[in-house]
């Protein structure tokens, strides 16, 4: 699992920069009351960006319901073509 979240982490690193300002927009809240948010980078959104080259799976609970036949076909897509740690890993078997 760390080398999984080791990834994904540096693979984020790729489409923000530390230090640098995005756009967002506040989708919601999770259980902890931490924010939910899109972000918008040069490269097209975050959260999309990272579901589709296989490195964030959605989580369905907290996706936006007019979202999550996008988010669904961008996980598919990348499982498909096994793309970021589908190339390695059988990932459906990690529960959150």
Not at 18 to 44: A, E, F
Not at 75 to 83: I, Y
């Amino acid at each position: 699992m760390v080398k999984i979240a080791k990834q994904s982490t540096a693979h984020a690193k790729t489409l923000v920069k530390v230090g640098k300002s995005y756009k967002y927009d506040v989708t919601g809240k999770d259980r902890y009351n931490r924010s939910l948010c899109v972000v918008y980078t040069s490269k097209g959104i975050f959260n999309e960006l990272m579901v589709k080259d296989g490195y964030a799976m959605p989580y369905e609970r907290y996706v936006p319901r007019e979202l999550k036949s996008k988010y669904n076909k961008l996980s598919k897509e990348a499982k498909s073509f096994n793309r970021g740690l589908w190339k390695k890993y059988n990932i459906d078997c990690i529960v959150i």
